[in-house]
T-cell receptor, first 111, second 118 residues
Framework: DGGITQSPKYLFRKEGQNVTLSCEQN?????MYWYRQDPGQGLRLIYY???????QKGDIAEGYSVSREKKESFPLTVTSAQKNPTAFYLC??????????FGAGSRLTVL | DAKTTQPNSMESNEEEPVHLPCNHSTISGTDYIHWYRQLPSQGPEYVIH???SNVNNRMASLAIAEDRKSSTLILHRATLRDAAVYYCILAAPRGFNAGGTSYGKLTFGQGTILTVHP
């Protein structure tokens, strides 16, 4: 995945639990993004961060939280407030040419 | 955000060229045209992007109409590994400056499902 690692690949959660998805990179890029993908649908932007200690809400931020304490890491927490969290979650890095490099994804299933 | 329109699905035979169309009639003068593709259960993969001139790389070619209201992704010889969902995206070079560099956000639609027959 070109230096971007997402974990875990599969995750199961009980209703009412918070879970945190990891996204780590060693390519020294500033911009990082979290997208959500539902079956048969395109990607929707949850949060993005363009610099350490700063992040912005995307189109569907409700029920999610992020942090960006260091350049290499941009974890996403799916909180109990997210009503329909079962989805495929994708982390991406952005380059200066607006090109995104995606991780392999994390598939979250709520039991 | 400017929108793109793509056919829901297309089919091709192996080793034949494939032309994937995209309409973007409300494109602004600074929007770049990006193409990504996504294989099942994987993250999207960057294919190509351009602004005004046609572009070629090892994966594909991008033909952009003179008025920029449409573009076509060209796979010169389709292989079975090219079967994927292809997304045409407009990327505005906006976003707040971070160290003097601006990054855009990409909005993904539903894309075109390309089926390649042996």
């Amino acid at each position: 995945d070109g230096g971007i690692t997402q974990s875990p690949k599969y995750l199961f959660r009980k209703e009412g639990q918070n879970v945190t998805l990891s996204c780590e990179q060693n390519l020294n890029h500033d911009a990082m993004y979290w997208y959500r993908q539902d079956p048969g649908q395109g990607l929707r932007l949850i949060y993005y961060s363009q610099i350490v200690n700063d992040f912005q809400k995307g189109d569907i931020a409700e029920g999610y939280s992020v942090s960006r304490e260091k350049k290499e890491s941009f974890p996403l927490t799916v909180t109990s407030a997210q009503k329909n969290p079962t989805a495929f979650y994708l982390c991406a890095l952005g380059t200066g040419a607006n090109v995104l490099t995606f991780g392999a994804g994390s598939r979250l299933t709520v039991l | 955000d400017a929108k793109t329109t793509q056919p829901n699905s297309m089919e091709s035979n192996e080793e034949e060229p494939v032309h994937l169309p995209c309409n973007h009639s409300t494109i602004s003068g600074t929007d770049y045209i990006h193409w990504y593709r996504q294989l099942p259960s994987q993250g999207p993969e960057y294919v190509i992007h351009g602004l005004t001139s046609n572009v070629n790389n090892r994966m594909a070619s991008l033909a952009i109409a003179e008025d920029r209201k449409s573009s076509t992704l060209i796979l010169h010889r389709a292989t079975l590994r090219d079967a994927a969902v292809y997304y045409c995206i407009l990327a505005a070079p906006r976003g707040f400056n971070a160290g003097g560099t601006s990054y855009g956000k990409l909005t993904f639609g539903q894309g075109t499902i390309l089926t390649v027959h042996p």
